[in-house]
């Protein structure tokens, strides 16, 4: 097995999903955050260490506009969100990557910043990509209001009643953000300043925790407008309604090409979530405990789908869809059957393989779910250091038996169909993110980029036929250097069984929405909402602990939210 990827498959490998099932993109596109979610990970983490946050600067007009910085100490090192509040003319608000303006924009900062610190990225935070950043920037953001939301919480909090619930219910959030960057991503720090870090070494956990923090800066911005607005009528938020307020954001085609050039990285997330399904299906039987946690967690997502809906009716069709059948199914977490049937989840498991995915991969988290703290353990191994280097001693016989052994589902392709290479990725030259072509259509293809995994595949199996067996990797290369690319990934992923995604992402077929989706869910979002194939809308951390919640000793139990 690679170095780099987990080491759970031999803990739980008779009953681990077969990658065949698991890593085709419609069943990734039916993907439901799970315990090990990011988000998850990061409200445990703070919850056992009792973080505080502190409000150190709130410097803000009657309009909500200015400077705050929130405070927190995460395994003796303390972190800062810095916020900036600036008005935005209706014009310039849009949730695309290329807008140059926002309602509000954040740096995480590793530390506590002084008033030159602080002025210095009030200079730069609110313009983004354009500012100039240093070392001890850890992440990058920004957010826009939901306008309409917004003002009818400030409204409705100024003359001393809550918000509707059910506006609250179709919105879910006050501020939406448009990028969440981190990583060295415009002279920020590097990802290695915080992989060795205890606390936030996890995948995106500083990521996670900025947006965590955005969310508490968002309660503070709209309670302070509407007392600002009626400070004799004020009332602050009703801690329920508090809880089930999340972030929304927005989410496009940049983030697709993620899973297919960290393949390492998406097999470490994969075999940890498959690992805990194995752990909990081998179970031969369930407590008394366990069975109420099944029901209770079986009525709680049939809620969680009544108040999901969308304005995209593909999707809204799936969840009527799966609202209907879950309802339908609840009768399979009868505890007098469940007593009586060995190994009660493998039975629903396999139950489930007559229905459709989306029914599958929503049983797949209840279970995970339903096992609570079992698993948590597995959290710690989802990072990767490094996804691998080439091995230019290997024999052509073993690089061949590697290609057999894990890329039928490459070989199996016919590129000579126009359908299997309708699309091409590039980067946009713009914004220098990806973007997703027709090539029949549009001009770029010479820019593609190299995501056609199983085209590569294709075209080394077709080199190697003629070449000794017994040749060396880098003597094969001497003469084939364009394949270095696809050998190296091919070593690398030969101990990494989800390391790749089992299906052509040419094909007209590919909905960058399904890969969306699947990476979004392992972050911990809920509510996806679809305003095309190609983008999304997302909420984070709602029904979530707030930081008050936490500092008095809440804990992580906000699988699917609910507002009550």
Not at 128 to 147: C, H, I, M, T, Y
Not at 324 to 330: C, I, P, R, T, V
Not at 386 to 407: I, K, N, S, T
Request: proline content about 5%.
């Amino acid at each position: 097995m690679s170095s780099q990827a987990l080491d759970f498959a031999a803990e739980a490998a008779p009953a681990l999903r077969s990658p065949d099932v698991v890593m085709r993109l419609e069943r990734m596109g039916a993907s439901f955050p799970t315990r090990l979610s990011f988000l998850r990970s990061l409200i445990r983490r703070l919850a056992t260490s009792g973080a505080a946050v502190r409000r150190a600067v709130w410097d803000m007009d009657d309009l909500g506009f200015g400077d705050a910085v929130y405070t927190l100490t995460v395994s003796g090192h303390d972190y800062s969100l810095v916020a900036f509040s600036c008005p935005l003319a209706d014009e310039q608000r849009s949730d695309r990557v290329i807008a140059e303006a926002w309602d509000t924009s954040y740096v995480l900062y590793d530390g506590i910043p002084d008033g030159a610190e602080i002025s210095r990225l009030r200079e730069n935070a609110p313009r983004q990509e354009a500012g100039r950043f240093g070392p001890r920037d850890l992440v990058l953001s920004r957010a826009n209001k939901s306008v309409r939301f917004f003002e009818h919480v400030v409204d409705s909090l100024a003359h001393g009643r809550q918000p509707d619930r059910r506006r609250l219910g179709e919105v879910g959030y006050l501020l939406r953000t448009t990028a969440v960057y981190g990583n060295g991503k415009f002279g920020i720090a590097d990802r290695f300043v915080l992989a060795e870090r205890e606390g936030l070494g996890g995948p995106f956990q500083a990521e996670m925790l900025t947006v965590w923090l955005i969310r508490e800066f968002s309660y503070d911005l709209v309670e302070h407008v509407a007392r600002r607005r009626a400070p004799k009528t004020f009332v602050p938020l009703a801690p329920d309604l508090r809880r089930h307020i999340g972030v929304g954001n927005s989410t496009g085609l940049g983030m697709a090409p993620f899973l297919a050039n960290h393949p390492v990285l998406l097999n470490n997330w994969v075999l940890a979530r498959e690992t805990a399904l194995a752990r909990i299906r081998s179970k031969p039987c369930l407590s008394a405990i366990e069975l109420e946690r099944l029901a209770a967690l079986w009525r709680q997502a049939a809620r969680h789908l009544d108040q999901w809906s969308v304005e995209d009716s593909t999707l809204m069709e799936r969840i009527r869809r799966l609202r209907g059948d879950w309802a339908e199914a609840q009768a399979w977490t009868d505890p007098a059957r469940l007593l009586a049937t060995p190994f009660p989840v493998a039975a629903l498991l396999d139950r489930s393989q007559s229905l459709w995915v989306d029914f599958q991969e929503l049983l797949v988290a209840l279970v995970i779910e339903m096992a609570g703290a079992q698993n948590d353990d597995l959290a710690q191994g989802m990072a990767a250091a490094r996804e691998g280097a080439l091995q230019p001693g290997m024999r052509l016989a073993a690089l061949r038996a590697l290609v057999r052994e894990h890329y039928r589902w490459a070989t199996a392709i016919d590129f000579e169909a126009p359908a299997q290479t309708a699309q091409f990725w590039y980067v946009s030259e713009e914004k220098l993110e990806p973007r997703l072509g027709r090539r029949a259509d549009e001009p770029g293809e010479e820019l593609e980029l190299p995501l056609d995994i199983a085209r590569q595949v294709q075209r080394l199996a077709a080199d190697l036929e003629d070449a000794p067996e017994t040749e060396t990797v880098a003597a094969f290369l001497a003469r084939f250097p364009w394949h270095r690319h696809v050998v190296r990934r091919i070593q690398t992923t030969a101990g990494a069984p989800y390391a790749e995604i089992r299906d052509n992402l040419l094909s007209d077929r590919c909905l960058p929405i399904d890969m969306l989706r699947c990476k979004l869910a392992f972050f911990g979002a809920s509510k996806f909402d679809p305003r095309s194939d190609r983008w999304t809308r997302i909420t984070l951390f709602q029904g979530a602990p707030t930081a008050g919640e936490i500092a008095a000793g809440e804990t992580d139990d906000c699988w699917l939210p609910v507002l009550p």
